[in-house]
């Protein structure tokens, strides 16, 4: 009995999803016999026919116009179903799934067709999936550069036997998991930047999966002859990697048949022992998912090598990395590990003759995208202070412009307080004598020349901090009435609101007190000088209105002084770092974005003693550095917890012998680019620092 069913190539859908292969490669020349091998792989189809046989045509395939149909003779169980090309035009690949009714037959094997056999040098790859399901390719080969096959044959017959005779075990559809999979993973630790090119053994046309169509770029490639730049896609065609693209890279499209990947995952570890045992073995305990990135975000492709680059905001200190490629939620062979040590890079800004000058302050930001440092350098026969400006010409602080004056102010004046405001550098300081607080601007981001300073505010104020809101400049300070918020009225600070106190108290605050910007306004931290009590403030901003939030005391008074108290943003909530008693640092954490509860004052557990400290926040975690006279060290931690609980231990920024590390004596943390920073004065040295951690 013989029965006809037409496939249109134009109206066919490709459906390939999951199980268990034979792969069954075929290489025909034109002298040659048939050869073929039968190679367990796996994969993963969905056929849901039912009709005894069907067939789809491919999309893949290379074809002007035709149309294909399966001629099917069945006797007594068992079916050959030949599929025949019917006036067809430059044919030069046909690729098809042949569906067929695993209750009733078996697939046995094929044997190629006529029509191709007019041509020289041709590839073809027959696969069984899954019961059920038969795909086949033939292409002929350097397809580009032939005209194709004009007029009518049979393509292959297809062999079947009658069902319930022993199969090859089904075997679902993987991520790649052999060696040869593995991903080359580069690092930047500058940028903090991961790249890798595609490598997935068998997937020659680089969309994701080793299929029947993989055919079609070794065809277009057969004979080419290496060495490959390993950015072009022959490189990954070449899949022996001999050199040479020919008929042995057939092999390889068997061996990984229906091998996917979905999405790639990059890992960081402290602990090299993190990295995973085996292909598919699992991560370590102390591992961390740092990047995840779909398939379909890759660059390149065509004639080059797909590649993927992808950012990390929250690198590993001492970092161990590797990349896995995952597909259905499972992770397959890890790239060669990647270790990266970060250390402190530390860059002369200034040095100064101690006969005629000296410093006392120095304060830090980052302007424009660069690193920038403002230092109060006092001449010893004026005593007049001198604010000097300096900026990085790079994100990472590596080389800076030569310093220049902003202000020179009378000798009561100190303190002045650096920050970014509206993309230019601007500084806030206060008068000893007059109680003033005045407020400065450059008129651009080089910060050569500065506007005229204005009064901010007539007050006694003891400590202040300056800050960018709604991008116009803000003031939180601390006095006799308590702690205070005033607002600009402009960008350029020339008119500044009615002060709109958020902790009013009528004892002294101490001079210590800072403040950030939180989502919907300002959080500030302050401790009072009578009772020691440490207390945080939210202030919601809207436009120009103040409205205080209620206070929340960290630390009761009567527990112990608090003598230098800071608060930063780590991820989406703020943290509050306090030097205590025995200069010991204690962290508490919001439990949420405004801070309107906290963790439990704790020790940071870290090494040394904290005489002085600033922190920051990086890698999405919150940052210190703090000095230890005793032990002539300049150290730095960081948190792993925003829920709470002791800090880590980083690399030292600097070691001082001799007790020099008490000359230590002003500096500020912050950040160049994604990494935590901190320019800091030696006046033992007569030099004024800046040194990042990368």
């Known amino acids: 009995m013989r029965s006809y069913q037409s496939a249109s190539l134009r109206h066919t859908a490709l459906a390939i999803a999951a199980i268990a292969t034979i792969a069954t490669l075929l290489i025909l020349g034109s002298c040659s016999r048939s050869h073929q091998v039968d190679i367990l792989v796996g994969h993963g189809i ?27 003779e069945e006797s007594a169980g068992y079916a050959e179903v030949t599929v025949v090309a019917r006036e067809a035009v430059a044919l030069k690949a046909a690729y098809f799934e042949l569906a067929y009714d695993s209750s009733a037959y078996r697939y046995t094997g094929r044997e190629p067709g006529a029509l191709f056999s007019l041509e020289n040098e041709q590839l073809a790859l027959a696969a069984e999936p899954e019961p059920g399901l038969v795909e086949y390719g033939h292409v002929l080969a350097n397809w580009p550069k032939r005209q ?122 402290a602990s090299a022992t993190d990295y995973p045992p085996g292909n598919t073995g699992s991560n370590g305990p102390g591992t961390k998912q740092l990047v995840s990135v779909s398939f379909s975000s890759a660059l390149g492709g065509g004639s080059d090598r797909k590649h993927w680059t992808a950012t990390t905001g929250t690198p590993v200190v001492g970092g161990n990395y590797w990349l896995r490629p995952v597909a259905d939620g499972a992770s397959g062979t890890p790239s060669p590990i990647v270790n990266h040590n970060q250390s402190w890079h530390i860059t002369e800004l200034l040095s100064y003759s101690p006969m005629d000058y000296y410093v006392n302050w120095v ?101 202040h901090k300056l800050i960018e809101y709604d991008g116009k400049p803000a003031v939180c300070y601390a006095g006799p009435g308590g702690l205070n918020v005033t607002l600009a009225n402009d960008t350029e600070g020339g008119c500044w609101l009615t002060p709109v106190s958020i902790y009013p108290t009528p004892s002294l605050l101490w001079h210590s007190m800072d403040a950030a910007v939180l989502p919907g306004g300002i959080g500030a931290v302050t401790n009072n000088f009578n009772d020691d009590a440490l207390v945080y403030c939210y202030a919601a901003i809207d436009g120009t209105t103040v409205t205080p939030g209620t206070p929340v005391t960290i630390l009761p008074g009567g527990t112990g002084a608090n003598n230098s108290v800071k608060i930063g943003v780590a991820g989406e909530t703020p943290f509050i770092m306090s030097m205590r008693a025995g ?74 012998p001799n007790g020099i590390a008490s000359g230590l004596n002003s500096f500020t943390m912050g950040n160049a680019g994604p990494h935590p920073c901190v320019a800091f004065n030696q006046w033992k040295e007569d030099r004024v620092y800046f040194a990042a951690f990368y």
Not at 423 to 438: F, I, K, N
Not at 584 to 596: N, R
Not at 609 to 626: D, E, F, I, M, N
Not at 631 to 653: C, K, M, Q, R
């Open 583 to 656: 200069y010991l640092l204690y962290c508490s954490y919001g439990l949420d974005p405004q801070g309107t509860q906290w963790t439990t004052l704790d020790l940071a557990g870290l090494d040394g003693l904290g005489y002085r400290h600033s922190t920051a926040a990086a890698y999405g975690a919150p940052w210190v550095c703090y000095v230890d006279e005793a032990a002539d060290t300049f150290y730095s931690g960081y948190g792993t917890d925003l829920n709470g609980g002791p800090w880590e231990n980083a690399p030292d920024v600097i070691y001082y």
């Open 148 to 269: 194709g096959i004009d007029g009518s044959g049979t393509i292959a017959t297809f062999s079947f036997g009658p069902a319930g005779k022993a199969r090859v075990p089904r075997q679902a559809s993987s991520v790649p998991s052999r060696d040869q999979a593995a991903h080359q993973l580069v690092f930047d630790p500058e940028t903090l930047e991961f790249q890798w090119f595609y490598m997935s053994p068998g997937d020659y046309d680089q969309n994701g999966e080793v299929g029947i169509s993989d055919l079609t770029p070794l065809g277009a490639n057969f004979k080419a002859v290496g060495p490959f730049d390993p950015s072009s896609a022959r490189f990954l065609i070449d899949g022996d990697g001999n050199g040479e693209i020919g008929i042995a890279d057939i092999t390889t499209i068997g061996a990984n048949f229906s091998a996917n990947i979905d999405t790639y995952a990059v890992y960081g570890s």
């Open 46 to 72: 969905q056929s849901g026919k039912q009709a005894a046989f069907s067939l789809n045509v491919l999309k893949s395939s290379i074809i002007e116009s035709g149309n294909f149909y399966l001629q099917v």
């Open 363 to 463: 304060s830090y930001a980052n302007v424009a995208g660069k690193p920038a440092a403002l230092i109060s350098y006092i001449e010893l026969l004026t005593t007049k202070p001198t604010f000097l400006y300096q900026s990085a010409t790079d994100s990472l602080g590596k080389s800076w412009n030569s310093p220049a004056p902003a202000y020179t102010v009378f000798a009561t004046q100190i303190n002045p307080v650096l920050a970014e405001v509206d993309g230019v550098p601007a500084m806030a300081w206060d008068d000893e004598g007059s109680g003033t607080l005045y407020f400065g601007k450059a008129t651009d981001d080089t910060g050569l020349y500065w506007n005229a300073s204005t009064t901010v505010v007539n007050a006694a104020t003891t400590s």
